[in-house]
């Protein structure tokens, strides 16, 4: 069984910083890809940003120069650094891995998401 958690969400007033986490446990034999999406109120989840197991990075253009990501492959975890963050940020922010488990296959897990709220 695989469990990803995300902490550190909160209340930030625009211009502000958060700092993501996500933790990895359970039966892992190997993470791939780690992925961080968000979904705002009212909207669909889109994609903000990508880590490979390598630590080559992509990042949605919305977000790009503001969010940094980051993983530990050791300590099975992945960050998401904001700044200067504005109101149309304010989503649901989830946790996604890629992850190679007990199977022969690698299977794609989600954790529950942390809410983040930009407003003045």
């Known amino acids: 069984q695989v469990q990803l958690v995300e902490s550190g969400g909160g209340l930030v007033q625009p211009g502000g910083s958060l700092r993501l986490s996500c933790a990895a446990s359970g039966s892992i034999f190997s993470i791939n890809t780690m992925r961080w999406y968000r979904q705002a109120p009212g909207k669909e989840r889109e994609w903000v940003t990508t880590?490979?197991?390598?630590?080559?990075?992509n990042y949605a253009d919305s977000v790009k120069g503001r969010f940094t990501i980051a993983r530990d492959n050791v300590k099975n975890t992945v960050s998401l650094q904001m700044n200067n963050l504005k109101p149309e940020d304010t989503a649901v922010y989830y946790c996604n891995a890629n992850i190679l488990s007990t199977g022969v296959s690698t299977v794609d897990y989600w954790g529950k998401g942390t809410l983040v709220t930009v407003s003045s």
């Open positions: 880590i490979t197991r390598g630590l080559n990075t």
